[in-house]
């Protein structure tokens, strides 16, 4: 979905549009190489200290210790964070910004720290993986807009950048839902574990709740993005009605009525399917605006 998501922004936003951009075919290819790296690695070193927990909340989906050691998995997991983090370094002086390379280094520290203390904690580790998915789009334009910026263009490109940051806060909105019902859905491994998540320390009912008055927060930001931006194009409004809105009402009123394991797993399928119909409605733009 990562890969979806940088490529449509590369190439139905930006390129379309004529968007003066920094990175080439080969140093977006490297930034997408990079970005799925550093991704990969939190996955694993998330996985690795999910053991005790996926051995209750999801025993037959357990890889590390069973179908690849732990010795393994760890060095995999430098591996692709070096990967990453050389890939980050050649981008960040070839766009001419050397302090973008920071931008990686930071990523995959808070990955590491997200899966070793964080994920434990009541919201933050929620907050914090759910921005650094928004940064996988961020990214995008940081390193393909903004050393393109310059006083003639200024407005225009910050337009293109203002769209990602607009697709962003909407991917950060459904990922803090869908971790959040998560949550909910993990609760007995998560308390065996010894962790403090919101479900944990407040109770499923009102962890239920929370999710419940959060999850009608992107409805609004939808319904407002469209109503601001789209509202004489009647095509992107039949898809943003049909494929985000009308799914996304659809699990708030699931999460509202939401008791067993079963339900909470229904509804996580759902937002990760308006993640991805969110992230394709980027090729609606061509069609309408050009």
């Known amino acids: 979905m990562i890969i979806i998501a940088q490529v449509l922004v590369k190439y139905a936003l930006f390129e379309p549009f004529n ?16 970005t799925i790296s550093i991704a990969a690695a939190g996955n694993i070193i998330n996985d690795i200290y999910d053991i005790e927990t996926d051995s209750v909340n999801k025993p037959k989906k357990i ?13 995999l997991f430098f591996i692709l964070n070096i990967i990453g983090i050389i890939i980050g370094f050649y981008l960040s002086h070839s766009v001419g910004n050397p302090s973008f390379f ?6 995959s520290l808070a990955l590491y720290v997200y899966a070793s203390y964080l994920k434990g904690t009541v919201l933050f580790g929620n907050l914090l993986i759910s921005f650094l998915v928004a940064m996988s789009l961020i990214i995008v334009g940081i390193f393909d807009i903004i050393p393109a910026i310059v006083s003639d263009n200024r407005t225009s490109q910050l337009v293109f950048f203002d769209i990602v940051v607009d697709y962003a806060v909407f991917a950060l909105l459904i990922n803090l839902i869908r971790e ?3 949550d909910i ?36 930001a939808v319904i407002y993005f469209v109503v601001t ?19 996304l009402i659809y ?8 008791k067993h394991n079963d339900h909470y797993k229904h509804i996580s399928d759902i937002y990760k399917l308006v993640m991805l119909l969110g992230i394709l409605s980027l090729l609606v733009y061509p069609l309408i605006l050009k």
């Open 185 to 220: 859905q993990d609760v007995d491994g998560d308390y065996k574990a010894g962790l403090n998540t919101l479900p944990i320390v407040l109770g499923r009912e009102r962890a239920n709740r929370i999710a419940f008055i959060i999850s009608m927060i992107p409805i609004g």
């Open 19 to 34: 968007v003066l951009t920094t990175l080439s075919t080969i140093g977006f290819i490297l930034l997408v190489i990079a």
């Open 251 to 258: 699990a708030t009123i699931k999460i509202f009525g939401a």
């Open 63 to 75: 890889i590390i210790g069973k179908q690849v050691s732990e010795k393994l998995a760890y060095n």
């Open 180 to 182: 959040i019902i998560k």
């Open 102 to 107: 920071s931008i990686f280094v930071i990523i």
């Open 229 to 247: 931006y789209l509202y004489k194009q009647q095509l992107a409004i039949a898809y943003f009605l049909i494929c985000i809105i009308a799914p």
